[in-house]
């Protein structure tokens, strides 16, 4: 069994800040990536940011600059600090373990940005 969880989410004030972070845990064999995606009702679920285990990391062009990703390989986690944060950036935000042949999803934790 694999399982990710996902913690940090909740209500900010516009321009706020968030840390979210994500523990990968159980019979996984090897993870290559770890990421953020968020999704919104009637929205397909996309990429926010994405660090794969060499230290490559992509962002989508609309969190450039105000969105940081990074990981802890030893102990499986990725975080994800969220600045300047818009009402846009409301949604659940998913995160994603990527192993040699299939991705694991956690539950999703909700991120509402609101004044």
């Known amino acids: 069994q694999v399982h990710v969880v996902e913690n940090g989410g909740g209500l900010v004030q516009p321009g706020g800040s968030l840390r979210l972070s994500c523990a990968a845990s159980?019979?996984?064999?090897?993870?290559?990536?770890m990421g953020w995606y968020r999704q919104v009702p009637g929205k397909v679920r996309e990429l926010v940011a994405l660090?794969?285990?060499?230290?490559?990391?992509n962002f989508a062009n609309d969190v450039k600059g105000r969105f940081d990703i990074s990981m802890d390989n030893a102990k499986n986690t990725v975080a994800l600090q969220m600045n300047s944060l818009k009402p846009e950036d409301t949604a659940v935000y998913y995160c994603?373990?990527?192993?040699?042949?299939?991705?694991?999803w956690g539950q999703g934790t909700q991120v509402t940005v609101s004044s």
């Open positions: 159980g019979s996984i064999s090897e993870i290559v990536s």
């Open positions: 994603g373990v990527g192993g040699r042949r299939d991705v694991y």
């Open positions: 660090i794969t285990i060499s230290g490559h990391t």
